[in-house]
C-alpha cells in the first residue's frame, strides 16, 4: 500500500451471497468510501472444495482480481470455521463433544474438535492449496486464521481424542501419576489414579448440582482441563500457521478473538501471530453509559495480549442480530466507536459487514449498506469517518498509548475463580472491569498484561484477586515495588499455588511481607453490603469483606458494620521506595475512582464527567489525546492543561465545548 492509505479501512465482504453481476458495483461503492482492504472467505470451503480433492478458487480469483484492479487489498481467511457437509458425512468423528456428551452435529458452524488428527488432515490439504494459489498475489495483504475460535462453546470439548489427548497431555506435564495425585490431591474423597490413560474428563459428576452452583470436581483436575482445553486450540492456531509459512505465505497472520470470551489463554494465542485482532459490536454490551466503559476495557485488553497496536477484523456497522435486532447507531455513534477504537490502539478497522445477508441465520445483522444494497446514511458516516482519520493518520501511526497504569490479568485465576467464585455471584472479570473502570474516571489510562509484563514501565499495578501467583512472580512483585512502584492488591490474592491448591500460609499468603497485614478472618457477602468509613464514606463493599490485622500499615479505610466495624479494609504499606496497597473488599467503579484518585490526585486533563472519554498517546516527548463524548448530549468541560484541537487547529486553554458523540484528537502545548 502506498503511504497515503497505510490506515486500513475496510468491510468485510461475503461475495459468495451476491449474483455475480452485482460485485462491479459493490466494489466501487467500497472504492467511493475510500476502503482499501476487504475481507474474504472465512466461511466458503464448501465452495472452494465442493468435493473432496476437487478445488474451485474460479469465484475467488475473480473477486481478488476485481478488488485489486481497484486498488482494494484483501485479507484472506482459512475456512476452516465451517467444514463442509461431504466431510462431515465422511468423518462423524470430527464432531465436537458437549458436557453433556451429546455430538454437537451440523446445522450452524464451527462443528469441529480442535483435538481430531482427521480434521487436521483435512486442515492441512484446504490451507495448503489456498496457500499455494494466494501467496504471491499482489491483492493479499494479511491473513486471518479461521474464525472466532472458541466462538459458541466450543474450547472445551469431550470426546475420546480429547480423552487420550488430555493423557498426554498431563503425562507431558507431570511425568509420573503419583506426583499428579499428590499435587492434585487426589486423596480427597479416595479418587486416586493409577495411570494418566485413566485420568477422567471432568464431565457431571453426582453431586453437582448447577441450580445451587454446585460444581464437585477437583479443582487440579478443573484447572489443569481448562489449560489443556485452551492449549488444544492454541496448538491448532500454530498449527494453521506453520501450514500457511511452510506453504510460502510471508504476510502478517492474525486472527480475530472475541469480547468477554475466557476460555482461550489469549495471551498464548497471541503469541503464535504477528499481530492480534478482534470484533467489536459496541452496543450489543448495552445502550447505558457503562457500555463505552466495557468497550474501552476490551480495546486495552486486546491491546495487551500482545503489547501492540492491534486490528477491528469486525466493527458494528448497523444494527446487529440473529433473531431480535439491537438498538440502531445514532448518527455519529459509528464515527465514535471508530474513534474510540484508533484511541485504543486499532490502525486497522474492517466495518462487518458490506450488506446484510437476504437468507441464513445472520439475516438481521446489518452493514454498511442495507438489504436492498443502497448506500445511505451509515455509507456516508464511514466514509466522512475514513477522511479524516487519514488526515491524522501519521499522529495516529506514528503515537502510541500511553498508560500509567496497569492491571494484571491472568488466565490461571479466571479458571480457578470461574469454577469457585468464592462468594455467590463473583465474578473475576466484573471485578477486573470494574478497577479498570475506576481508573478511567480517574483519569488514569491502563493497560492490561500478564505478569511477563516489564511492570517498571508503570506508576501503578493492580492485582485483583490474583490468587494463583508463586514464590517467583511474588519476588518480582516485591522488586517492582522497592524501585518505586505502587502495587493495588485486592481481597481472594495470594492464596493458592500453580496447581490450585491452597497454600495453608496466612493470606495474603505470597504477598504477605509486601503488603504488611495479616487476613484473619473473612466474610463471603453473597447479596449482603457493607458500608464503609474513612476515606471512602457513602461507599459499600460487596461480594467480600477481609478482616484485617493492619500490623504496621496505614489503615486508609474501615468497614461501617458487622462484628468487624471499625476495623480496616484499606491498607498502605511503605515498602522501599514504593507503596503496597490492599483492598479487602469488592465496591463500584466510582469508589475505586476515588481510592486511585487518593494515590494519583490530579491525573485528569479535563474536568471528569461521566460521558467523556479521555485516552492519551505520546512519541517521545510530545503528548496526545482523543476525547469522546460518549453522550447524546452537548457539553462545555474545563481544561486543566491546555491543547490544539488537530482537526481544527484551535488551542483551548480554558475550556472546550463537545457536540453529541464528539471525538478530537488533540496535542497538548
Ligand atoms: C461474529 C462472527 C461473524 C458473524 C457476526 C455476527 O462473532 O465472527 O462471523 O457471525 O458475529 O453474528
Request: charge should be negative.
Amino acid at each position: 500500500m502506498n503511504e497515503e492509505t497505510r490506515m486500513v479501512f475496510g468491510v468485510d465482504y461475503y461475495p459468495e451471497h451476491w449474483p455475480e453481476d452485482r460485485w462491479s458495483t459493490d466494489v466501487r461503492l467500497m472504492k467511493e468510501a475510500g476502503f482499501n482492504m476487504v475481507r474474504l472467505a472465512e466461511f466458503t470451503w464448501s465452495l472452494l472444495e465442493p468435493e473432496e480433492g476437487c478445488h474451485d478458487f474460479r469465484w475467488l480469483d475473480k473477486i481478488i482480481g476485481m478488488l485489486h484492479e481497484n486498488g482494494l487489498g484483501v485479507m484472506l481467511c482459512t475456512p476452516t470455521a465451517a467444514p463442509p457437509e461431504w466431510l462431515m458425512h465422511k468423518h462423524p468423528e470430527i464432531y465436537p463433544t458437549g458436557l453433556d456428551g451429546r455430538v454437537r452435529g451440523f446445522g450452524s458452524r464451527r462443528h469441529y474438535c480442535s483435538n481430531s488428527a482427521v480434521f487436521r488432515e483435512y486442515t492441512e490439504k484446504i490451507i495448503q492449496a489456498m496457500a499455494t494459489r494466494y501467496r504471491n498475489h499482489p491483492a493479499v495483504m494479511a491473513w486471518q486464521l479461521d474464525n472466532e475460535f472458541g466462538c459458541h462453546d466450543t474450547v472445551r470439548c469431550y470426546c475420546e481424542d480429547c480423552a487420550k489427548g488430555f493423557g498426554k497431555w498431563l503425562e507431558a506435564k507431570y511425568g509420573d501419576i503419583g506426583v499428579l495425585n499428590q499435587q492434585w490431591g487426589t486423596v480427597f474423597w479416595g479418587q486416586q489414579y493409577p495411570s494418566f490413560d485413566r485420568v477422567i474428563l471432568p464431565k457431571p459428576t453426582i453431586c453437582d448440582a448447577p441450580k445451587y452452583g454446585l460444581f464437585a470436581h477437583n479443582p487440579g483436575l478443573i484447572l489443569d482441563f481448562f489449560r489443556f482445553s485452551s492449549d488444544s486450540m492454541v496448538e491448532y492456531s500454530d498449527f494453521q500457521v506453520r501450514i500457511l509459512r511452510e506453504n510460502g505465505v510471508t504476510l502478517p497472520i492474525t486472527h480475530n478473538f472475541m469480547a468477554g470470551f475466557y476460555d482461550i489463554d489469549y495471551f498464548k494465542l497471541a503469541e503464535g501471530l504477528d499481530f492480534v485482532s478482534w470484533d467489536c459490536y459496541p452496543h450489543l454490551t448495552g445502550a447505558n453509559l457503562d457500555s463505552y466503559h466495557e468497550i474501552a476495557y476490551q480495546h486495552d485488553k486486546i491491546r495487551g495480549y500482545k503489547n501492540m497496536k492491534f486490528w477491528i477484523t469486525e466493527m458494528a456497522s448497523g444494527p446487529l442480530g440473529w433473531n431480535i435486532m439491537s438498538r440502531t447507531p445514532n448518527p455519529g455513534q459509528l464515527r465514535l466507536w471508530t474513534y474510540q477504537a484508533v484511541a485504543h490502539g486499532a490502525d486497522g478497522i474492517l466495518y462487518f459487514r458490506w450488506r446484510p445477508c437476504l437468507f441464513g441465520t445472520e439475516q438481521y445483522w446489518h452493514g454498511v449498506l442495507d438489504h436492498d444494497g443502497i448506500p445511505r446514511r451509515r455509507y456516508q458516516e464511514l466514509k466522512q469517518t475514513r477522511e479524516e482519520l487519514q488526515k491524522l493518520q501519521d499522529v495516529i501511526l506514528q503515537t502510541d498509548n500511553d498508560s500509567q497504569a496497569c492491571i494484571i490479568h491472568s488466565f490461571d485465576n479466571e479458571w480457578s475463580h470461574g469454577y469457585q467464585p468464592h462468594s455467590p455471584g463473583f465474578s473475576y472479570n466484573n471485578l477486573l472491569f470494574s478497577m479498570h473502570y475506576g481508573l478511567q474516571k480517574a483519569g488514569i489510562n491502563c493497560d492490561v498484561r500478564d505478569m511477563q509484563a516489564d511492570l517498571s514501565a508503570y506508576r501503578l499495578v493492580v492485582f485483583p484477586a490474583y490468587n494463583i501467583s508463586s514464590p517467583e512472580e511474588a519476588q518480582k512483585i516485591r522488586e517492582y515495588v522497592e524501585n518505586g512502584g505502587t502495587v493495588v492488591f485486592t481481597f481472594r490474592s495470594g492464596g493458592r499455588d500453580s496447581c490450585n491448591k491452597i497454600t495453608g500460609e496466612t493470606l495474603p499468603g505470597y504477598f504477605r511481607d509486601l503488603l504488611g497485614i495479616d487476613v484473619i478472618d473473612y466474610d463471603a457477602l453473597a447479596d449482603a453490603r457493607v458500608p464503609l468509613d474513612g476515606l471512602l464514606p457513602h461507599s459499600e463493599a460487596s461480594f467480600w469483606c477481609d478482616v484485617i490485622d493492619p500490623r504496621a500499615s496505614q489503615v486508609l479505610s474501615t468497614y461501617g458494620s458487622e462484628y468487624y466495624a471499625g476495623s480496616p479494609c484499606v491498607t498502605l504499606n511503605p515498602y522501599g521506595k514504593g507503596r503496597a496497597v490492599y483492598i479487602g473488599f469488592q465496591t463500584d467503579p466510582k469508589t475505586y475512582a476515588n481510592l486511585f484518585s487518593h494515590l494519583y490526585p490530579d491525573a485528569s486533563f479535563l474536568e471528569p464527567c461521566d460521558a467523556i472519554e479521555t485516552v492519551r498517546r505520546k512519541k517521545g516527548d510530545e503528548s496526545f489525546a482523543f476525547l469522546l463524548n460518549h453522550s447524546n448530549n452537548s457539553l462545555s468541560l474545563q481544561v486543566f492543561c491546555p491543547f490544539t484541537d488537530l482537526a481544527t487547529g484551535k488551542t483551548h486553554r480554558k475550556e472546550i465545548d463537545l457536540v453529541p458523540y464528539d471525538a478530537r484528537i488533540v496535542r497538548f502545548l
